[in-house]
């Protein structure tokens, strides 16, 4: 059951991804072409400063979630119901609090961005806009969370996506019609409020408990593993944001907003199939929280030892097609002015693996409940990471930022993460762990080097580049996973897990 649920929440979020993204895409074309590039740079930096002020969730998220976990499973609707309502609760104020801090740092925009460009009008209002947008997608997420608990994701996927769809409809309207930055994003605003309150009425049919309003109080053996967690989601959120939601900033403040906006198209490409990957792991998070609860501890390590080969063989086959697609799609779709070199595109994919293969650990530390114990990793990764930043972006530009990143990732988060999650959960070393690691990585510089080689052997452009590289990387890559890796346990066990539950779907 497990199985089934977990492939079902991955195939309805990649099935909606797949139209939220080729819509988000073909956004940012028109976006392109019908405003001037500073509006990029301001799509990528607000981005980010959105995601530094969502800090204010404190991680509260999956602190709450792991415990829903073991009062799920036992049917113990008083303590669902009493941490449903502190989520509730805490999100409104959240909600809230990002609002009133968004307002307040409003008049001091020009401190992040080197020049503030002449021709975009009213950027402080369209400021507000994304911060109010960020704000009100708090409102019901808790009630997004319970579904995710109860193995039930695709709910949610499936009403973000069909949300965003109609959005990307009238927004590529609003664009070739008016031209307008400020009704453009107004349409984002109204989606968010709209999705939020579909959710809201899906999850309250489904799951009628959430509409209660009884009070009942938690235990204090669970507060106290609340408050813990709490503690070190902070931690973590922190490095997470340092890490990945900062690059734009520098860029923009030490190289400039235009320079933002050519990198930020690569981060579209890179974000966009992280967010593929990110919700494929999120949709099994559940399974994996019931399991801990559920099984023993030769099960869960057979689990994760499969997980972690899925992790590689995704983030293997992603890495290699982003390596040998982007330039020629960012030419294509922006224009060659907007192609970065070869450099920063190999450090960006580089980075891309280094952040991808650590989603195996972080999927089972969190819903393992393992998170006070490497909360120093967080904040010595974000350190390292902003420092090493900021000295090498004046000298090597956006290259020196993505660089910072490698350094932070690799130099901390690499070595932390799993020791702490197998000293707690499985009481072994790593060794394992880093063997295969190394034997993954080796995989991948083949894969991508052979189909880079090969790709670039072909004299095409446009169009019909794009669609022989693509067949170049879904053949090649994949048959170099399988033909070095078809004997492998993990191999075995994950495509036959997929394949039952095939046969057990097609036979219903």
Sequence with gaps: MRSE?????????????????????????ILARTLSEEYLGLNGLFGN????LSLAELGVGPAITFSLYKPIAENDERQIKALMRLYRNFYIGVGSFMLVVGLLITPFLHLIIKEMPANVDHIYFIFIMYVANAAFSYFYSYKCVYLSANQNYYMYSANHALCYIAMYVVQAGVLLTTKNFILFYAIQVVTTVVENLRISHIANKHYPILKSREKYDLPAETKKTIKVNVFAAIGHNLGNVVLNSTDNIVISKFVGLVEAGFYSNYVLITSTVNMFMNQAFQAIMSSVGNMAV?????????????????????????????LVLSNPFIELAFGQQFVLSDEVLIAICINFYATGMRQTCNVFKVAYGILIQDVHRAYIEAILNLVVSVILVQKFGILGVI????????????WIEPRTFFKNAFHSGTGNYYLYYILFFATTVIMGA??????????????????????????????????????????KKLVGTIFNVLRNKLAK
Excluded at 49 to 52: A, C, L, P, R
Excluded at 403 to 414: C, K, P
């Design 5 to 29: 649920k977990s492939i079902k929440n991955v195939l309805v979020t990649w099935l909606g991804l797949i139209f939220v993204s080729l819509g988000g895409f073909v956004i940012r074309v």
């Design 49 to 52: 400063v959105i995601s530094v």
């Design 294 to 322: 559920e099984t023993d501890e030769k099960q869960q390590r057979e689990t994760f030892n499969m997980v972690y080969f899925a992790n590689f063989w995704l983030f293997s086959f992603a890495t290699t097609a982003l």
């Design 403 to 414: 660089i910072g990143t490698i350094v932070s990732n690799y130099a901390v988060a690499f």
């Design 450 to 491: 052979t189909c880079f080689g090969v790709s670039n052997m072909l004299n095409l452009t446009g169009v019909l580049s794009i669609v022989v590289r693509l067949i170049i990387v879904c053949v090649l890559a994949n048959v170099i996973v399988v033909v070095l890796w078809y004997r492998n346990v993990s191999f």
